[in-house]
């Protein structure tokens, strides 16, 4: 079966298993413009799937898509300082238009910050005009120089939600709960357990006062940031001079978030899931739950695939059905690469009891059906494979995760095994620097349910936090 | 009332009104970068309804979204003439990436023709690879030095579907079906009686072979071309290379379509139903069928109120609330600039019979409506609204269609009444120019349903064609 998959082993060399996995996917594929890839019908399918999850869970927290220009002009870009340092390096500069020279440089917008302060501006007179809790769901450029497909590339699809708050604790609270958010739709619908917290200073988004980070651990131990929920105070705000008349008749300045995610997650849901026989996707998130495979073109086999049909219409259960003339044993492959929840086979030999047989994907179990009972059964199936891939997942982060003490510890760990490293932390940027620069590991986020005793795992002063540290993409 | 909606009369200054209706309603809002807009969550909402509905006639007619990248590199852009001749003179360039300065500029796509042949080429080897069905939802951009919002902007949302087929027919087919699938759409949902057929050569798209419009009347007489589907035969594909296999084993070049429409519709839906109170949506296409106006804040008005959302919730029927403390006046006229449907008043009066008061936006007619049966009643108003608003705009766009015998009657009738005017065409150029330099009118289609007898309306030579001028936005 390998010659039709011909996907690599992700023991062997992960890299290449996913690169495999998304092109035999078919997910994406390259383009001929340098670092930008081509988005295919399935691996957009998913992002449709996602975003439909996410939309309606921004709605019913009461928020509204709107749409900004795409285009930011050099001067709006610089009003904040911090901000422009970290985006300019980074951005594509229009500097023609039609025929003309531009007057003024517009970068396409590599995140809306500055669009919609700009545009708070105009619109913030009074408290009444408060909160206002605007998304958008976007395309936005980021001129990397090396990109993988869903982690790194040129153009991401994602969303950006920006806020605008009369108070510090409720622009606080609106931080958190669209973290809250993330958590839950990447727990519930991606099946993958994250780690969530604070970002350090240095790590923090460019402006932000606070940056609460999704860290999801992907199979080979390495950090994927899996969205993140921005609180910026009134730095923005100051900035561009927005200000409110407030119930006590005093012009003041209101508080902001900002807070995304993108076509990433498709890239977690499979360094998270999937394994050498090719793409294995959550039910819950999965475009098509099941994939309806006849074992041959018999009368009996047809008729029973079109009743199996009219019931997966009836239940509202998405399904491909493969019609092909290929061999079973291909058309499985094919469906395993795909990542298909379950496969049906419906096959003679099963009818005659009128059964047939439900494949799950992840375990590969195979399970006799009643074809009659098939919607039961496979809801049954399905959820029980959502929890269970959850379960994994959970198990497999937890047995990578490792606590060092001191940094010989930290040294050992680092140098031998792949994951997510706990440790203390004194709070200074050398000591992050330093095991960023002897480890290539970042601070993934700050513990917050973990009392602080000890030692920095640095340099040996006193602790203030407890970190997670780990490699990232 | 006028001066909470001081919208400036249709009839006084239509390009004023249009103005007023679209920043009153709160659709969009201009924006510091010049010549883009900002949709705000009502015009957004419209746009994302639009969406959905033609989303499913996409996928039901086989085609399937993918995302190409944003940028086309300009030696990709050059490949076919008739296009870089058409689009080159209307893009934006970006020429820097960070802090380089790019070897050849890449324009933001204007339109994806050559994105998709690129990767078609690189995908389409046999007959089994055809037809190729995909379609993309993006903002595209035109660098347009006067820009009026929803109709001509610098940054466009839209849909561009691009397919590859095996032969001339079934591309031609395909061009019909979805142009077939526009009209319905326009008819069905934005309750516009669209006129719809070929354009001349001098009208079509670049580097098209045929392109099929659909044209609708504004209020005000003027066309706005709403929708195209191109057939483009294999012109790019041979520019591009692109061959196939086909069943008698010979390389053979496949044949293309394109179509799209974009945010232009909620220009077109507006310029079409909406009057000096504002905005009139049509029901099956409004994001909120109904408005509720509670009369006071009387517990018997707010119990009532309470009940009428459970009933409309229940009812799958989306609606405003208007809670705030403005008189209910103010809040009528609100609601009519909004041009939610219908709106239900929630009145003490009323109640005491067991009633409320439905007000139809269109005809501003009040209906009475037993509380309990407001599901019943809505569905049947709604539905009786929709086909009203369809029949006035048909009667409307009926009225203002001329015909033009000879070039004294086409120039009585273009300089004195606004609409489309009918006539006979030689088929040659000189004409076609000489109406537009005359006239500012230009051809909208060809009339492919009426018999050609008689001269050329401009040059007395023998009529090929019956076309409809019209002026344009």
Not at 82 to 103: M, S
Not at 194 to 210: S, W
Not at 275 to 290: E, M, N, S, T, Y
Request: charged residues 30%; contains cysteine; proline residues 4%.
């Amino acid at each position: 079966m390998s010659e039709i998959k011909d996907i690599t082993s992700r023991d062997t060399d992960f890299a290449k298993w996913y690169t495999d996995v998304v092109t035999k996917a078919k997910l994406v594929d390259y383009s001929s413009v340098k670092g930008s890839m081509i988005i295919l019908p399935y691996g957009y399918a998913i992002w449709e799937e996602m975003q439909k999850v996410l939309d309606k869970m921004f709605k019913e927290t009461g928020h509204e898509n709107v749409q900004m220009p795409m285009f930011i002009p050099e001067s709006l870009l610089k009003v904040e300082k911090d901000h422009v340092a970290g985006f300019a390096p980074e951005v594509a500069w229009v500097t023609e238009g039609g025929k003309d020279k531009l007057d003024e440089r517009l970068c396409v917008r590599p995140t809306s910050e500055v669009l919609f302060c700009d545009y708070y501006k105009k619109i913030i007179k009074s408290y009444r005009d408060l909160p206002k809790l605007y998304n958008q769901w976007c395309t936005i450029v980021r001129w990397e120089k090396t990109t993988r497909p869903f982690l790194r590339s040129r153009e991401i699809l994602w969303q950006e939600g920006h806020t605008m708050h009369a108070t510090k604790e409720e622009a606080m609270n609106e931080t958190l709960k669209m973290f809250k958010v993330y958590e839950t739709f990447q727990r519930e619908y991606l099946a993958i357990p994250v780690i969530t917290g604070k970002k350090t200073e240095k790590e923090k988004f460019a402006g932000a006062i606070a940056t609460y980070s999704i860290e999801a651990m992907m199979y080979d131990g390495v950090a994927l940031q899996n969205g993140t929920s921005h609180y910026f105070g009134d730095n923005f705000a100051k900035a561009f001079g927005i200000t409110y008349l407030n119930k006590d008749n005093k012009q003041v300045t209101p508080f902001q978030t900002s807070w995304g995610v993108s076509t990433r997650m498709i890239g977690a849901l499979i360094m998270v899931h999937s394994d050498d026989r090719g793409l294995v996707i959550p039910p819950k998130i999965a475009p098509f739950k099941a994939i309806i495979i006849p074992i041959n073109d018999s009368e009996i086999v047809n008729n029973a695939v079109l009743e199996i049909e009219d019931l997966l219409k009836s239940g509202g259960v998405t399904y491909k059905i493969d019609n092909s003339n290929k061999t079973p044993g291909f058309k499985f492959a094919e469906a395993e690469v795909k990542g298909y929840p379950v496969r049906i086979e419906v096959g003679p030999r099963d009818l005659e009891k009128g059964n047939v047989t439900i494949v799950r994907r992840d375990t590969l179990e195979k399970i006799e059906c009643a074809k009659d009972n098939i919607l039961v059964k496979l809801e049954e199936i399905l959820e029980k494979m959502q929890q269970e891939m959850y379960d994994k997942a959970l198990k497999r982060r937890d047995s990578m995760i490792y606590v060092a003490n001191n940094y010989d510890e930290f040294r050992e760990i680092a140098n031998n095994k792949p994951g997510f490293i706990k440790t203390n932390w004194c709070g200074n940027l050398e000591c992050e620097n330093k095991i960023k620069d002897d480890f290539s590991m970042k601070s993934r986020c700050i513990i917050d349910d973990e009392e602080v005793t000890g030692p920095c795992v640095c340099c040996g002063k006193e602790a203030k936090y407890r970190l997670y540290f780990g490699k990232q993409y």
